[in-house]
């Protein structure tokens, strides 16, 4: 009697390990071969239920680096069901170094819960006048002139946006959630329009000291487009010194044709179009003379790697030792980040 009550269990646990999920992946290592450091490397795996039973995805896959992702979009496989499991390899940091990056996927499939994944290549390093559009999005400030139109027309700071105070809460669905510093003309009005903005959720609004005329007062006409304020600026301790400013100032330059700009292009870069450089000259040289530290960052942009990368080419030559061209242009912006920080039609 035990001997059949032994033999009973055996071959109900043989029965239940051989209707169990079983999770396959028919090329569980995807190499790369060779990309520049800034691509960002997509790859999708086919994950696969070549069980008899629902497969379950215990907890979302592992990734041996931060700079990986593997977003599951589902959680359960039926018997012979397939599913897409997309990773994305953020390659920043790791130009001249061969790599591999591990995804571990976790299951109820008894023989392997965890299963494994690899992408490997190498990254090679991009150019001394290149920088990655994800440094773009870690450097992004925006330049927030909350004027009214008048008296921005009037004069401005070089890639300022305009929003008067009254029309903020308009502004609300388009403004970048990012680093955001607010002008006003003297100090008078941006205090109270960073809280508004803080109040709506925008955690790291900056308010500049002594507004437009602050910064006159600091740094006279540099990046300053059109007329100085004729009024002294009012400082305030909510505030920060326009050094502040200076030192994290992001420019982005868009070359590309207006038509295209037109289309879509990030908040507060600058239309120069392909041609249109020499026109900037008069703003951007002077600042060659700063330290490098009080040098804004430039970044030329375009729909790929040509003029982008002659622009930046030149203006290092010139002295801006912080301007930079976008490895892989805009497309490697929206391939990140889709449309997020762009206004367009």
């Given at each position: 009697m035990r001997a059949m009550g032994a033999l009973l269990a055996m071959l109900v646990g043989s029965w239940a390990l051989w ?200 740094f006279g006409s540099s990046l300053l487009v059109g007329e100085a304020p004729k009024v002294a600026p009012s400082m305030s ?109």
């Amino acid at each position: 009697m035990r001997a059949m009550g032994a033999l009973l269990a055996m071959l109900v646990g043989s029965w239940a390990l051989w209707a169990a999920p079983r999770l396959a992946v028919p090329a569980p290592v995807y190499d790369f071969g060779e990309v520049k450091e800034g691509y960002l490397v997509v790859h999708r795996f086919l994950l696969r239920n070549v069980g008899d039973s629902v497969l379950t995805f215990t907890r979302p896959p592992g990734v041996s680096c931060g700079c990986t992702s593997a977003p599951l979009p589902k959680m359960t496989l039926d018997p012979g069901e397939g599913v897409e499991l997309e990773v994305r390899f953020e390659t920043t940091g790791f130009g001249g170094h061969r790599t591999v990056k591990y995804v571990y996927v976790y299951s109820d499939d008894p023989v392997t819960p965890t299963f494994t994944l690899a992408l490997q290549g190498y990254v090679a390093p991009h150019e001394p006048y290149e920088d990655t559009a994800y440094m773009l999005r870690y450097r992004y400030r925006l330049i927030l002139d909350v004027r009214d139109a008048e008296a921005y027309a009037r004069g401005r700071l070089l890639g300022a946006v305009n929003v008067p105070a009254a029309r903020l809460a308009e502004a609300v669905a388009w403004l970048p959630q990012t680093t955001i510093y607010v002008y006003d003309e003297a100090g008078e009005t941006g205090v109270m329009a960073a809280e508004f903005l803080r109040r709506q959720g925008f955690w790291a609004v900056r308010v500049l000291s002594g507004g437009l005329a602050g910064w006159v007062q600091e740094f006279g006409s540099s990046l300053l487009v059109g007329e100085a304020p004729k009024v002294a600026p009012s400082m305030s301790p909510a505030a920060v010194p326009p050094a502040r400013l200076a030192s994290e100032y992001v420019l982005i330059l868009d070359l590309r044709a207006p038509e295209a700009y037109a289309q879509g292009h990030l908040v507060g870069s600058v239309h120069v179009g392909s041609d249109g450089l020499e026109a900037l000259l008069e703003h951007l040289l002077p600042l060659a003379s700063r330290p490098r530290e009080l040098q804004p960052f430039i970044y030329c942009v375009d729909e790929g790697e040509g003029v982008a990368q002659e622009a930046a080419r030149f203006l290092q030559a010139l002295g801006l030792q912080r301007a930079y061209a976008v490895v892989g242009g805009l497309p490697q912006w929206r391939a990140r980040y889709g449309t997020a920080f762009m206004v367009g039609p």
